[in-house]
């Protein structure tokens, strides 16, 4: 857990059950077993949260989680995220809590071991990590029919443990990597929602470039944060940072500026962002963080969408928007190529929450 000292015995743990794909799927099969006769809870209207690192996914999954209507992988399923059902029973033996800690992103937001969190990347790493986890960068992730079944079983076992008194939740996934296979989802689950967060494209970059000297200081002082981010496949930044590569970038080729300067990450947030304008299922709706944080109609018109009742206790997930920063040294091409499209974003999402239904996914 982020923020958490882990024990030895708890770093052998996530060792065995994450550095182990052997025994990952060993133990995806046995959940399988144990789990038959789950049903698909939610009848597939899930909710999808997926942007570029730094969006304001964290807080808009919370404030989702905090309604009680939907069931997410929290840090008490870790390290055998593939077999949450199965891990329950098992560590039901020896059940401890956690005191919530500050998460090692330095960002105020705490974490404990019911917190809410992107560990379903898990899954796609163990079984298809190959087909989009390249050596020095993550490509567009293809997925066949046969995955794509096995990832609405997985669904379907999350769903099924610790169900609130019987009660059909609805699966809730913050994944940012889930971007590269944003179709995959929509076909696992046609009617799903998917919320796409963005920032002001400036000051995004440069939260970006601050966690990136911040967890690449980290994982140089500890061995085991640096094997943690890599068995998450959260690559956003850090020792192991890995950019997006997307299939329409025929002519791909290395940032011309380094990982230690703004305009790289500057470039990275207009790729995506640029990609994602061409790419997203017709269920997939852009939110601006800055938006949802000024209005809070916003906010409603999200929820109606969803179909979700606003959380009576919103002590931890506010919508606040930190102070703007000085940005130096921006490239005057790159601030103006993001503006344009940061300026196209906002209108698109303003467009969609205004035109589409309440209880449905359109597509």
């Keep these: 857990m982020q923020g958490h000292t882990y024990n030895a015995i708890e770093r052998a743990l996530h060792h065995l059950a994450l550095g182990s794909p052997a025994i990952a799927e060993m133990a995806f099969d046995l959940n399988l077993l144990l789990s038959r006769g789950a049903g698909t809870e939610g009848g ?42 199965l891990w329950e029973r098992i560590s039901a033996f020896s059940r401890r809590e956690i005191e919530a800690v500050e998460r090692a992103h330095g960002d105020r937001l705490l974490v404990d071991a019911d917190s809410p969190e992107a560990l379903d990347e898990v899954f796609w790493r163990v079984f298809a990590g190959e087909d989009y986890i390249a050596g020095d960068y993550l490509r567009t992730h293809r997925v066949d029919d046969e995955l794509i079944e096995k990832f609405r079983q997985y669904v379907s076992c999350i ?20 971007i590269l296979r944003l179709p995959a989802l929509r076909a696992a689950f046609p009617d799903s929602f998917i919320l796409i967060p963005f920032r002001d494209p400036i000051q995004h970059a440069n939260s970006l470039l601050i966690q990136h000297r911040k ?5 140089a002082e500890d061995r085991f944060a640096r094997s943690y981010m890599t068995w998450l496949a959260h690559h956003e930044f850090g020792l192991e940072h890995k950019p997006f590569r997307f299939e329409a970038d025929t002519n791909f080729k290395p940032s011309s500026y380094q990982a230690n300067d703004i305009n790289y990450w500057l470039e990275a947030w207009i790729r995506t962002y ?25 906010w409603n018109r999200v929820l109606d969408l969803l179909d979700v009742a606003e959380a009576t206790d919103r002590a931890d997930t ?13 490239d005057s091409d790159l601030a103006a190529t993001s503006a344009a499209l940061y300026r196209d974003l906002r209108r698109d999402s303003e467009r969609s929450l205004s035109t589409r239904s309440p209880m449905r996914a359109v597509g």
């Design 44 to 85: 597939g209207r899930h909710v999808f949260v997926s942007g570029l690192a730094r969006a304001g996914t964290t807080i808009i999954m919370r404030r989702l989680h905090a309604t009680r209507m939907f069931r997410s992988l929290t840090y008490r399923d870790m390290p055998f995220v593939l077999c949450p059902n």
């Design 159 to 178: 769903l099924h443990c610790r169900m609130e008194g019987g009660t059909a939740l609805r699966y809730l996934s913050k994944n940012n990597n889930n």
């Design 215 to 219: 967890f690449s200081h980290l994982q």
């Design 274 to 298: 640029g990609w994602l304008c061409g790419s997203r299922p017709t269920n997939a709706i852009f939110l601006g963080y800055e938006d949802i944080c000024s209005d809070p109609a916003l």
């Design 318 to 330: 506010t919508f606040s928007r930190a102070e703007d920063k000085a940005v130096p040294g921006v």
